[in-house]
């Protein structure tokens, strides 16, 4: 990487120029939220104090996309909507618990049966009397077999990372 100079002598909202060893030069101006380097601070990534050194002990999660012979996709969005359908009996609810339309579910389960040309959720239609849906064999079938090869990846894979702190929310 080469070092790039600054030429900053020049008025405030007139364009400064980058120049770097191999002569290119880039126009900004200088009120450009793109902060500008100067050859005596070193450029390049900073890397935390506590990661590893090591790029392979590098702690990583692991997410799997499973692509299937029909074209369709399975992920981890997918399976979390079976599982959610399954916890809350009904596709509305799974909905509601994701923070997802009811449209936006059902058709992403109308998908997951199109691409595997068998239904992963038995439907009841809704009315007085409630309605619901449950997972099919083939529906609980799919979740073991995605969770377990999401499992054994992981195990390949090493640690897992430490969780991300939630955003502090405001009260309202």
Not at 127 to 152: F, N, P
Request: hydrophobic residues 45%.
């Amino acid at each position: 990487m080469h070092a790039i100079a600054c030429d900053s002598a020049k008025p405030a909202g007139r364009p400064l120029l980058l120049r770097n060893m191999a002569a290119w030069r880039v126009p900004i101006r200088a009120t450009s939220p793109v902060p500008i380097l100067r050859a005596d601070r070193p450029t390049g990534p900073v890397l935390n104090a506590a990661m590893p050194a090591d790029p392979t002990t590098v702690p990583v999660r692991v997410s799997l996309r499973l692509e299937l012979a029909s074209g369709g996709r399975i992920g981890p969005g997918k399976v979390a909507l079976l599982e959610a359908i399954g916890q809350a009996g009904s596709i509305s609810g799974a909905a509601r618990l994701l923070g997802m339309s009811y449209p936006r579910a059902w058709n992403l389960v109308e998908a997951l049966d199109l691409a595997l040309e068998v239904p992963l959720v038995s439907r009841a239609p809704g009315g007085a009397r409630g309605g619901g849906a449950v997972l099919t064999e083939a529906g609980k079938a799919l979740i073991a077999r995605y969770r377990g090869l999401e499992a054994s990846a992981q195990q390949l894979a090493g640690p897992l990372p430490p969780p991300r702190k939630a955003p502090a929310t405001q009260p309202q």
